[in-house]
């Protein structure tokens, strides 16, 4: 297992740019899925991005395609999520979600991660 801490989390303007971070201690991060996922108010869970262990596959919402980015670092330990072009809609509390044992199939299901950072605000105003 892993812990998570998520940062970078604010408040920007609308077709502004974020960049979210997610630092894991207590394993190897290579062997890890990474996905993002948020959370508005009065609204269900929904996936936002993924990326497999070694970087080498990307998966992403619809409606964050061309605009988003999911990366990762597996020596500093870290995934990121580049969020550029923000609309209103953006706005919700955005998690970042990591497991070792993540089927190709389960990557946009927020049932497949075991680890779960603390969440950060993203607020985009109109």
């Known amino acids: 297992q892993v812990q998570l801490v998520e940062s970078g989390g604010g408040l920007v303007q609308t077709g502004g740019s974020l960049t979210l971070s997610c630092v894991a201690s207590?394993?190897?991060?290579?062997?890890?899925?990474v996905a993002w996922f948020r959370q508005a108010p009065g609204k269900e869970r929904e996936f936002v991005a993924a990326?497999?262990?070694?970087?080498?596959?990307?998966y992403y919402l619809d409606s964050v395609k061309g605009r988003f980015t999911v990366s990762k670092d597996n020596v500093k330990s870290t995934a990121y999520l580049h969020m550029n072009d923000l609309k209103p809609e953006d706005t919700a509390v955005y998690y970042c979600?990591?497991?070792?044992?993540?089927?190709?199939?389960?990557?946009?299901?927020?049932?497949?991660?075991?680890?779960w950072g603390q969440g950060t605000q993203v607020t985009v105003s109109s």
């Open positions: 979600a990591a497991d070792a044992g993540v089927i190709l199939s389960s990557v946009r299901r927020s049932t497949a991660y075991a680890n």
């Open positions: 207590g394993r190897t991060f290579r062997p890890y899925t």
């Open positions: 990326i497999r262990g070694n970087g080498g596959h990307t």
